[in-house]
């Protein structure tokens, strides 16, 4: 099949897999005590860093100059998200200054991403798919932000960073379209994007179970 064929084949059965993800399942919850925009910003930051990290990481390994610039875009607006999020943290009585997201090391999906060698790879499982769950989460995050009455956090989280994670998930298409043009390729994308959103399904259910976190923000 095509580039674009896949591309779309893909995408459906990503959105497929999200629907899942998506508020009606997962906003009627009750919410924990804890379970407050300040800590949910914590997690936040941790999963901006990560994926500073491994755009970084990234851009580094290829000389496919889009690609590289791609990545490099996207590491600067995930570290343009951390400082957002550490500002609005501050306001909250916060002081990010002293927290390392990282004290507990790099989690499953940063591992699992960082292991992966080709280029189509990374696009299909850290652009087109992390960032389309991204867009999910954030939309969940959004509600959850309104629900809570912080207009501040969820105007941020509305008007900058759900635009710029959108916006990584289309580099990701725009490479995809011209790396994934043989069935090798294809497949490659089909199952690394496939891991990935079953990592994200793994982590939403056990951050459900052991924290009570349902709406986390990605990145
Ligand atoms: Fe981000
Ligand atoms: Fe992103």
Redesign the pocket.
């Known amino acids: 099949m095509t580039a674009a064929e896949f591309v779309a084949q893909l995408d459906a059965t990503n959105q497929a897999v999200l629907r899942r993800l998506e508020p009606e399942a997962t906003l009627k919850p009750e919410v924990s005590g804890t379970l407050n925009v300040t800590n949910l910003l914590k997690v936040a930051l941790k999963n901006?860093i990560e994926?500073t990290e491994i755009a970084a990481r990234w851009l580094v390994t290829t000389t496919d100059v889009d690609v590289k610039m791609a990545f490099a875009r996207q590491a600067g607006?995930?570290a343009k998200?951390y400082r957002m999020i550490a500002e609005r943290l501050g306001e909250l009585g916060f002081d990010a200054g002293g927290f390392d997201p990282l004290g507990q090391g790099f989690g499953p999906l940063f591992k699992y991403l960082d292991s992966l060698t080709t280029t189509v790879e990374r696009v299909a499982a850290g652009q087109f798919t992390r960032e389309a769950i991204?867009v999910v989460k954030n939309r969940q995050f959004i509600e959850f932000c309104d629900r809570a009455g912080d207009r501040i956090t969820a105007t941020l989280y509305r008007d900058v960073?759900e635009p710029?994670?959108r916006f990584h998930h289309q580099l990701g298409r725009s490479l995809l379209l011209r790396l994934a043009t043989t069935a090798e390729t294809q497949e490659a994308a089909r199952q690394v994007s496939a891991r990935t959103l079953a990592l994200a399904e793994e982590l939403q259910g056990a951050a459900l179970r052991t924290a009570g976190i349902h709406h986390a923000p990605g990145?």
């Open positions: 901006e994926a607006d995930e998200h991204a960073i710029d994670e990145c």
